[in-house]
């Protein structure tokens, strides 16, 4: 359950680099590094959460006579069969 409007103090350790880091592009940006902290956050936790548009694919189709007299669709094995047979 998320506490709206609550403000939520927590500890997190960093490697030494990345927490200068971040405090200088705080500092640069004119943030806090809470606020810094919870904008990355909720970056990362939306970017997972919304899924990416599919790309649509064309099929190309063909006319023909359909499947070949004997053909199993439902099998890998015979199907391999048949096109190495050709």
């Known amino acids: ?46 970017s997972q959460a919304a899924p990416k548009p599919r790309m649509r694919v064309k099929l190309t189709t063909v006319k023909g006579k359909g499947i070949r007299h004997g053909v199993d669709l439902d099998s890998n094995a015979a199907l391999l069969d048949l096109m190495e047979a050709d």
Do not use: C, P, S
């Open 1 to 46: 359950m998320l506490n709206k409007g609550m403000d939520m103090r927590t500890t997190i350790q960093l490697d030494n680099h990345l927490h200068e880091m971040a405090r200088q592009y705080a500092l640069a940006t004119g943030k806090t590094f809470a606020a810094l902290v919870e904008e990355a956050l909720r970056e990362k936790l939306m």
